[in-house]
């Protein structure tokens, strides 16, 4: 009994250290790269992200130097419905999202994989401290994430769904969305579709 006691004990006591993920900002714009892995695509976007009312704006942008615009995307996750406008032959279509809404950070309930230092350790402001969190959501898809430590900027992440995989990079994140309204209202043409 005395050994169980113990051992209860010491159970608890390593729960009691598993660090908690950190808290990512739930509304941010930036910059997102990524990568389809398996497919032939790469996009890099202006991204605006709100996860306080689960819905993402992605305004890709091509011909680097140039910021043309090809594609701008409204992710709605309430609705399950991602709305892709050409800007170009302004042509609308609505489907589904590619995956359930997730916070861009460490989930509840993921593990802290690691720390580390990117760029010259030793070196002061050529470096930065990243924390990498890992979680297998319910339905499988695993999440691996990177951020920045202590203030848990988005730096990179990876996710896989049976032969989904993404692969995202993050850059010139600014905590906070500067109008919500110009970046969620559809255009015209994906209205009542
Ligand atoms: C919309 O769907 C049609 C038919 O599947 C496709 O030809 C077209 O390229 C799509 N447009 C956009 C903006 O994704
Ligand atoms: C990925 O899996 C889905 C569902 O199982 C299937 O419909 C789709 O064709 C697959 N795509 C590829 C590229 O294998
Ligand atoms: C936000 O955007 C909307 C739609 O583009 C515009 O009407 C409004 O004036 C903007 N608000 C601010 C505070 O800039």
Not at 56 to 81: C, N, P, Q, S
Not at 91 to 99: D, E, F, I
Not at 141 to 169: F, M, Q
């Amino acid at each position: 009994m005395l050994k169980l006691v113990l051992l209860l004990g010491v159970v608890a006591g390593c729960w009691a250290q598993e660090p908690k993920p950190c808290e990512s900002p739930k509304q941010w714009e930036g910059v997102r790269l990524k990568r389809f892995e398996n497919r032939d695509v790469f996009e890099r976007a202006r991204y605006t992200y709100d996860a306080v009312n689960t819905r993402i704006r992605e305004t890709e942008l091509i011909e680097a130097g140039t910021e043309k615009t090809l594609y701008d995307v409204w992710h709605f996750y309430k609705e399950m419905k991602t709305y892709r406008l050409n800007t170009q032959t302004k042509t609308c279509n609505v489907s589904t999202p590619g995956h359930p809404f997730f916070e861009i950070g460490a989930p509840t309930g993921s593990k802290l994989m690691f720390e580390s230092e990117i760029g010259a350790a030793q070196i002061p402001d050529e470096h930065l401290t990243i924390q990498n969190w890992y979680i297998k959501f319910s339905n499988g898809a695993e999440y691996d994430v990177t951020v920045s430590s202590p203030d848990c900027i988005p730096v990179g992440a990876y996710y896989r769904n049976g032969n989904l995989t993404e692969v995202e990079r993050f850059f010139d994140i600014h905590p906070g969305i500067k109008n919500a309204t110009a970046a969620f209202t559809l255009p015209p043409e994906c209205t009542g579709l």
